[in-house]
């Protein structure tokens, strides 16, 4: 892991990149506001995360580490461990925690509930949607430290890179580190309400566009070809088919549209 920090003081706010290693997008907007080293109107924790994974450039060394949280000390694998340091090191702050997917190009938030924090501050940054987790947060950083998540793109991709530093940069606006104003938006909100199981095949392929409704009997993916149809209506979210291991992705409810009055109005 590395920590930077910008400004001096002891931060309440962080940024991290780098929590799967096979998403380089996060780490370069941390990489690049270090070389800016912009000046502060707060104290701002930089992180990069696994390191390890991010040399090997895989998602992970020994287990998901975005599944390992808490984590512990005396963890047999690397991630355990890591989650550990990762949890000591952001207390106390409110941190910014980007990813890239395999599933859907434009930057959306997620978090782990719609506390008034999460509600401000979200239709402030160019994202598409907010994406509640609920119930599925096990393991998840937001599940032990205050954390905004996006999806700044497709993994690996130099879009996902200048939409990362663009999330940072208005994250940063909008808990007034940085000077200036956010646009505001309608930002509609989702819940995650299922996981969608893949079998074991090995050939997977997704129909479907995420956070566009699918009716019942629409077919939604297929496993070797085998066609998997809706039973009823939902919102598909990080549907890809190669992207997770045991699951396409997950089938969300719509909630609302949160609007902002943003201080550039
Ligand atoms: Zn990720």
Redesign the pocket.
Known sequence: MKVAQLGSGTPEIAVVGG??GD?PSGVRAVEQLLDENPSVERPVKLVVANEKALERQV?YVDEDL?RAFPGDPNAKTHEGQLADDLVEELSGCFTFSM???QSHAEPFAIVNELHERAKSICPQLPVQAMVETSEFAEGRLFSEIDTIEVECGLQGSETAAQNALRLTRSFLTAVDALPGDTVGRDLPVYRLVDAIPKGEADSYEVFVDNFTEIEPGDPFAAADGDMQVANESFYPVLMSSYGYRDVFGYAAEKLDVLSTSSAAD
Do not use: F, P, Q
Request: proline share 0%.
């Open positions: 929590i799967h998403e998602r975005n990813h890239s997917t």
